[in-house]
């Protein structure tokens, strides 16, 4: 049957692309903070989240936080003692900025600062790309909600509504007697099998995670990701010098910075102020 020309594919998540307005405003907003703030930090995010980058925002009110293009960001700060907007901040910018980092505007002690984003680690579920940091065997029998991470007499037996959706997502789960059962595994095409002694494996510690994985990890609520923000370096207006607190980020062979990761939560949260 000839496809109807009226058909036309309709994506009902749009993103605005980053205009090169955006993009000028970013530039102009890093360099007026610089002569506004004591300090500029340079800091990583590890498993970049929205929602905790907005609970940082509303914690460090009376500071700023950039996240965007690493090249734009350097460019706004100098990198050479020629360009550079204040002196010795070309420095933090030929040295720091790249890979997955931001630029954090503050009057805040160092040491406050440190203190504050180190006690940040709030936990999530992984996304596709991420390395395991431990085994999950999801034990046979009747499968509860929690995958066994809890005792069975503190959890629930899984809903049957989802025992479609984890057979099509390659678990050897029927239901016996109006719950969810998980048997042993069948041999695949590759004559491996996802079978333990005691279980089904999800996963290994060291694997880098599929989105088939992810999903059995959600189903069961199983976080393994874990929010950082750690500070790498920072700049004094009143010494002009720079503190390194951790050796700089190694350079992507693409060059590309914070955006490349940030880029399936948002894009990136560029401005702290501006969400």
């Not at 058909?7 to 749009?14: A, I, P, R, T, V």
């Not at 060291?206 to 088939?212: K, N, W």
């Not at 720079?242 to 700089?248: F, I, Q, R």
Request: one cysteine or more; proline letters at 5%.
């Amino acid at each position: 049957m000839p496809k109807s020309k009226r058909e036309k594919l309709l994506h009902l998540s749009q993103v605005a692309k980053k205009t090169r307005e955006h993009k000028d405003r970013l530039f102009a907003n890093i360099r007026d903070a610089v002569p506004e703030y004591e300090y500029c930090f340079v800091v990583r995010v590890d498993n970049m989240r929205n929602q905790h980058l907005k609970d940082v925002r509303q914690e460090m009110t009376d500071s700023r936080l950039f996240l965007g293009k690493t090249k734009l960001m350097a460019r706004a700060l100098g990198t050479t003692p020629e360009d550079a907007l204040a002196e010795g901040i070309d420095r933090l910018a030929a040295r720091y900025l790249q890979g997955v980092v931001g630029l954090l505007f503050t009057n805040r002690k160092p040491a406050d600062v440190r203190s504050y984003l180190e006690s940040l680690s709030p936990v999530d579920f992984a996304r596709a790309g991420t390395v395991s940091d431990r085994d999950v065997v999801i034990p046979r029998g009747v499968l509860h909600s929690t995958g066994g991470l809890v005792p069975e007499a503190d959890d629930v037996p899984i809903g049957v509504a989802l025992e479609p959706e984890l057979r099509r997502l390659g678990m050897p789960v029927r239901l016996l007697r109006g719950k969810v059962v998980l048997e042993e595994a069948p041999v695949n095409e590759e004559g491996h099998v996802n079978d333990a002694a005691d279980g089904y494996v999800i996963c290994r510690k060291g694997q880098t995670l599929d989105a088939r994985q992810t999903r059995l990890l959600r189903l069961f609520g199983i976080c393994l990701s874990e929010f950082r923000i750690g500070v790498l370096a920072y700049w004094s207006s009143a010494t002009s010098s720079v503190t390194e607190l951790e050796a700089p980020p190694s350079r992507k062979p693409d060059g590309k910075g914070a955006v490349a990761a940030a880029s399936s939560e948002d894009e990136a949260l560029e401005d702290a102020d501006e969400a």
